[in-house]
């Protein structure tokens, strides 16, 4: 297992890379998301953090232009929409095989799905990008409050099986840890106050660390039944 996530971490890392440049060539302004900048930022070696596909945020008027690159990229993408995709936040899966890896690839117009009424897109990011190092090359992330929100939101979107997805808990609270002394905290708790409330329902399924105990619950308050389901999708 150890042996085909690096391979699969290899693959992506070129393939993203090889994206992010035919992007700049075509002056599409681009910023990773999840597991693809997560990756490079909060484990210890990038290859620890698995994922199913890339995600990649454009601003919503270039997202087909960035879909014809991939294209160009010898990339496979359905052409029509699908019956109950309509205004879907983000556009098909675009996919490729190389050395013997899948890679999948997911144009964003919003970092959030229509599950949730909050929208984060390149023209309403509440702080600037964040650059990072990834492999070679140089990529821009969400900046830190808008990462929690998009983590937040996102592991407590609706799940198939009714539980939370343990890797969207540990990115989270990974990601908190990390940047602990960088976060604006007091914005997030006045302007986002169900990040925080979040984490503190989390304490429930995994005791916050010490950094971040602020946020647990009152010493000796109950806890909730069935804690770690959430709603399914419909």
């Known amino acids: 297992l150890m042996l085909r996530h690096r391979l699969w971490h290899r693959e992506r890392t070129v393939v993203l890379e090889e ?3 035919a992007f700049q060539r075509a002056s599409i302004d681009t910023i990773v998301l999840k597991g693809a900048a997560l990756a490079w930022t909060i484990y210890p070696s990038p290859a620890l953090r698995a994922m199913s596909d ?11 232009a960035a879909q014809l690159v991939l294209r160009r990229l010898r990339f496979e993408a359905e052409v029509g929409g699908r019956r109950f995709g309509r205004n879907a936040h983000h556009l098909p899966i675009a996919s490729r095989s190389q050395n013997g890896v899948t890679i999948s690839v997911e144009i964003h117009r919003d970092a959030l799905s229509r599950d949730t009424l909050s929208s984060i897109s390149m023209s309403n990011l509440t702080e600037p990008a964040r650059p990072f190092g990834l492999g070679g090359t140089h990529a821009l992330a969400l900046g830190h409050v808008d990462t929690l929100r998009h983590l937040t939101h ?10 939370l997805r343990l890797i969207g808990l540990v990115d989270l609270l990974r990601y908190g840890l990390t940047f602990n002394e960088s976060i604006d905290w007091n914005r997030l708790e006045s302007s986002y106050p169900f990040v925080t409330n979040a984490m503190g329902c989390l304490h429930y399924l995994i005791p916050l660390p010490a950094a971040l105990a602020r946020y647990s619950p009152p010493s000796g308050s109950p806890a909730p039944a069935r804690v770690g389901e959430t709603i399914r999708p419909l």
């Open 54 to 64: 890339i995600d990649l945020l454009v601003p919503p008027a270039a997202a087909p």
């Open 154 to 163: 996102h592991l407590l979107e609706p799940s198939w099986s009714g539980r």
């Open 19 to 21: 994206i992010l440049e």
